[in-house]
């Protein structure tokens, strides 16, 4: 028993002093009160100071408890290469809503680390506003990773957003594993993770259950890895939409698989306006997915235009090639499981079918092609169209 207590001890010393020569700091010796009430904003920030001064790896340390946070801009670079930011409690935004487009925003950062905890948004109240039709602020994502590289986000909770829950822009090797994010079917505009002109993004063994798509990847992404997730309600995991702009980076090199649809509007998605662009779409790989009673399980949509405005009779410039889905199966809760709507004046080209097989009831399930061609392998229901 001594022994085991020495050995205790003895460990508690060493990571204690590790903690000390890493620097570590709590943001409640910078004042921050786990109140939920009290404005912890110079807390984080001047913790955030501290970390990111620090020559050698630095840690902030968000205990137990809920602590309120304004808008706030964690920037750098940093003098040192990780600066790890543990949450054990919940970082909860202001009531109301205001105009401000984000809330937790990291720019120019090497080596961050978000570890554990809550982000709680507090987006039902402009929720409701966008939901009676008035006229309402776009509102502010939750978390926003800028011009930044080398960046972990593990075990952390998402909850209500007023907008996206986690951005990732003009960065380069993201990683979010075993992240959790839950708002409402009803909560407009929520996307899980929005990813733009961005380089090496990696999701899995994740849970997201929203009210937009639960994954969306825009213009300038490229070696795109999404694995091992949940997704439930929301829109499903779509490329686009693209090609609202005449010049935009193109979309490459993406892999979704393993993952679970349940009661989505879609499944696996590419999404582009119908209006002239210069982008492209290219080398995306769909595999060893589920669909459960999902509306759209598998569509390619080039004749987006919602509002009826600059695009009605146009045709989009988005060429799209190189796309397979293999090993696909489950539910649709349409008749047509699989749509591929392609331009006119830019076809798609090179889509792959692969075992797939999509069902709607007692009731045949049917594929819908237009400017569409590529081949099928194996068993696909419902038959191909291609």
Known sequence: M??????????????????????????????????????????????????????????IYVPAGRFLLGQATFEGPCRNSRVSIFIDGTIVAPNGYSSLLKWMHFVNVNGLEIIGGTLDGRGRALWSCKLAGRRCPIGATSLIIAKSKNVLISGLTSINPELIHISIQYSHGVTLQKVKISAPNNSPNT?????????????????????????????????????????????????????????????????VKSVVFSGTQNGLRIKTWGKPSTGFVKGVTFQHSVMYNVRNPIIIDQNYCPSKINCPNQHSGIKISDVSFSNIKGSSASKVAMTF?????????????????????????????????GRSSGSVIPPSCL
């Open 2 to 59: 001594a022994n085991t207590m020495n050995f205790l001890l003895t460990a508690l010393a060493f990571i204690s002093l590790s903690n000390l020569a890493m620097g570590s700091f709590n943001i409640m010796d910078f004042g921050a009160k786990p109140n939920g009430r009290t404005d912890s904003g110079q807390a984080f920030l001047a913790a955030w100071a501290k970390a990111c001064r620090s020559r050698r790896p630095a840690s």
């Open 191 to 255: 996307d899980g993770v929005h990813v733009q002109n961005s380089v090496g993004v990696t999701v899995t063994g994740s849970t997201i259950r929203t009210g937009d798509d639960c994954v969306s990847m825009k213009a300038g992404v490229e070696n795109v890895l999404i694995e091992r997730v949940y997704c439930g309600p929301g829109h499903g995991i779509s490329i686009g939409s693209l090609g609202d702009v005449r010049k935009e980076e193109g979309v490459q090199n993406i892999t």
């Open 341 to 373: 709507d392609c331009s006119k004046k830019n076809p798609c080209t090179g889509i792959g079918l692969k075992n797939i097989k999509l069902t709607y009831g007692k009731i045949k399930a049917e594929s819908f092609c237009r400017n569409a061609g």
